[in-house]
């Protein structure tokens, strides 16, 4: 009778974490949610990693660039260091992405004396202008069947869509679906379903605009801004891709932390404001990059190697991170908006204090992105340590994914060694 008692409150235990989990899954999909992928089928399938102000046009650039995990460049005038790029200097750039294994996306802007193909425009800014409609095709016609091309910047620090960028994405919707029509900015959710464009790209940056704040603050005010995108995007079906900021910053913990954060809140995407420019690399905006490796490397700032180590994780789980959801995110300690605290009858019912864990679900699968939410601003001032994470009785193992490599672990029981700022994906199995 007592193993029949036992068995009886294990299956129960079981029901009640398939519930929360059904729960959180039909509260994403309860909402009015539009199919803002309707008629898109984008050519680049994996996690997209870019920096806005990337390297600059030279082999050693993109070398370095792609070694750090790296593989979206932004080609155009941010290839061009100190000018706007002309057609040719697009052509050139497109080739080289493709010789160092990136996609590339096109910036549209361009000088109001020198607009693309020759086509003149009306522009209300001084200098430039995004690519009118008519510029636009001709753009496309000229470079869209190039194999590195993964889409185009249409707009930048954009508050709605314009008719030019309605216009834009509308002809990529009709001639080139597999094609992204970013617009960099803070559009919102319903905004961008209601113009057709998929993809929700917001400037995150309490570490340049908060940078008075102490580290826990800016990572906390960092997760706020990732609630608020991880709403958006599951009520009206958006790709997530936050930018966050490491201009400016030493920060080891920080640099992994946003990496991570993003990834547990359901992030398909990220990018990084700024590779060069004292972001990654001490490389300054409105210069030529270096020539060979040897002055690539001695621009290199410590914080590169942490992003490299993350990125590289990040591409590695890229493919089963992609289509999920973020149903939950579980903390302990500081809490930001939104926040589920672990607890009985959740899949995660108790963790180590100052940690995050982002439930990510994609049909049968169910995976977990634990991170370390311990971070400072000084390189190297936080160190590692030990953490648990108990899940429920109905989690019988988890797989701990790194690379093509998993280690699984028997029971709900879980510990890791993380560093501060750091993260690991996992893959837990639930008993039916």
């Given at each position: ?18 519930i ?25 399938k994996?996690f ?5 102000l990337?390297?600059d ?13 790296f ?17 040719e ?9 493709r ?46 069947k ?13 508050g709605?869509?314009?008719?030019t ?13 597999h ?10 959710g ?18 340049l ?12 005010m ?15 079906g ?31 995407g ?32 410590p914080?590169y ?17 992609m ?18 605290q ?5 899949l ?5 204090d ?16 634990v ?9 190297g001032a ?5 953490v ?8 019988k193992?988890i ?34």
């Amino acid at each position: 009778m007592t193993h029949r008692r036992i068995s009886i409150l294990s299956l129960m235990k079981t029901g009640l974490v398939m519930i929360q989990l059904m729960a959180a899954a039909l509260a994403v999909s309860a909402q009015p949610r539009p199919n803002a992928l309707q008629g898109w089928n984008f050519k680049l399938k994996d996690f997209v990693i870019g920096a806005w102000l990337g390297p600059d046009d030279t082999d050693a650039e993109l070398k370095i660039y792609r070694e750090a995990g790296f593989n979206v460049v932004m080609v155009g005038r941010y290839m061009s260091e100190g000018r706007y790029a002309l057609p040719e200097d697009v052509a050139r750039q497109l080739d080289l992405a493709r010789k160092h294994g990136l996609m590339a996306m096109i910036d549209t802007y361009t000088e109001n004396g020198k607009p693309w193909g020759g086509l003149g425009t009306a522009s209300d800014e001084p200098s430039h202008h995004n690519a009118s409609p008519a510029e636009f095709e001709w753009l496309y016609r000229r470079f869209g069947k190039h194999p590195a091309l993964a889409g185009f910047c249409l707009g930048d620090d954009q508050g709605s869509l314009s008719p030019t960028l309605l216009q834009n994405t509308a002809f990529l919707h009709r001639n080139a679906p597999h094609l992204f029509p970013w617009v960099c900015g803070w559009v919102s959710g319903e905004n961008l379903v209601k113009g057709g464009n998929p993809i929700m790209n917001p400037q995150m940056y309490p570490t340049l605009y908060n940078s008075g704040e102490p580290a826990s603050r800016q990572a906390q005010m960092y997760c706020d801004q990732l609630e608020n995108l991880r709403a958006s995007c599951q009520q009206y079906g958006l790709i997530a891709w936050p930018m966050f900021n490491v201009m400016n910053i030493e920060s080891d913990s920080l640099t992994r932390f946003q990496v991570y954060s993003s990834i547990a809140y359901g992030a398909q995407g990220i990018w990084y404001f700024t590779y060069r420019g004292n972001g990654l690399t001490t490389g300054p905006e409105g210069k030529k990059g270096g020539d060979t490796e040897a002055e690539v490397r001695q621009t290199l700032k410590p914080i590169y190697r942490d992003a490299r180590t993350a990125n590289l994780r990040a591409a590695a789980w890229g493919r089963k991170l992609m289509g999920s959801d973020a149903v939950q995110v579980f903390h302990t300690g500081w809490q930001p908006r939104g926040a589920s605290q672990p607890g009985p009858g959740h899949l995660i019912e108790s963790m180590s204090d100052g940690l995050l864990a982002g439930v990510l679900t994609k049909g049968k699968q169910t995976l977990v992105m634990v991170v370390d939410k311990r971070v400072d601003k000084p390189y190297g001032a936080v160190g590692d340590r030990d953490v648990e994470v108990r899940f429920a009785d109905s989690v019988k193992s988890i797989d701990i994914l790194e690379g093509r490599k998993k280690q699984a672990v028997k029971g709900s029981l879980l510990r890791l060694h993380l560093p501060g700022g750091g993260g690991q994906l996992l893959a837990v199995r639930i008993q039916k």
